[in-house]
């Protein structure tokens, strides 16, 4: 028997999907993606869609139907996704699978922008901008999930980290299209955001998370 953490993964990306089609309806939006692994899901499966748990409504044709409601185009970029975008997807972790990035559950935290993008002989070197009430969630060297890739920063400061991408990830995920003054989906380490709110707590400070 097949047992899967509920809405758990790992940020190591599986393939990339495009979006076929957008329906708008009232606060919500309704996304056809077509993938290699489309046709394999099923209904109620949650799937990770750049870094956003999102359950799968229906399967047809190779293409799987999701809906994000105001909640989530609140906290994410899933308002900016057209007919071409090309997404990153991950279906969740099996609980006899190894983990071979971090703990993500794929709720969205919060948007970071991207600053600068630097290619370094075969690797790149991305900077992200964040709102300062966030910093004390990343730490040097730490874990964070971007567009749902497990990545490792560093440079620190309270705005803004690095992280360094190797080729095969440039290439199997849309890291590649990230440009300068792009907004990224961000979940920090949940870890991280367990220590930091019983340190607020203790302190008598509201979380901003």
């Known amino acids: 028997m097949c047992f899967r953490f509920a809405n758990m993964f790992t940020g190591i990306v599986e393939t990339q999907g495009i979006i076929k089609k957008v329906i708008k309806k009232g606060a919500n939006r309704t996304f056809w993606i077509k993938s290699s692994i489309s046709s394999k899901l099923k209904t109620d499966q949650s799937v990770s869609h750049d870094g956003a748990c999102l359950t799968v409504e229906e399967v047809k044709g190779g ?8 909640e989530t185009l609140s906290k994410t970029t899933l308002g900016d996704w057209q007919k071409g975008t090309m997404i990153n997807l991950e279906r969740c972790l099996k609980i006899n699978a190894r983990l071979d990035g971090h703990f993500v559950q794929g709720h969205v ?18 900077s992200f901008q964040f709102l300062p ?44 299209l990230v440009k300068p003054g792009q907004k990224v989906k961000i979940e920090f380490d949940l870890l991280g955001k367990y220590i930091n709110r019983k340190l607020l707590l203790l302190q008598n400070v509201s979380p901003s998370i």
């Not at 991207?114 to 070197?125: L, Q, Y």
């Not at 490792?152 to 590649?176: K, Q, R, S």
Request: glycine letters at 4%; aromatic letters at 10%; proline letters at 1%.
């Open 63 to 70: 293409q799987h139907r999701v809906t994000a409601i105001a």
């Open 109 to 126: 935290d919060t948007s970071a922008i991207c600053i600068a993008k630097k290619e370094k002989d075969g690797s790149w070197e991305f």
């Open 133 to 176: 009430e966030f910093a004390t969630l990343i730490i040097e060297k730490g874990s964070i999930s971007i567009n749902g890739i497990s990545l490792t920063i560093f440079n620190v400061t309270e705005t803004t980290f690095d992280v360094a991408i190797i080729p095969y990830t440039f290439e199997h995920t849309n890291m590649n």
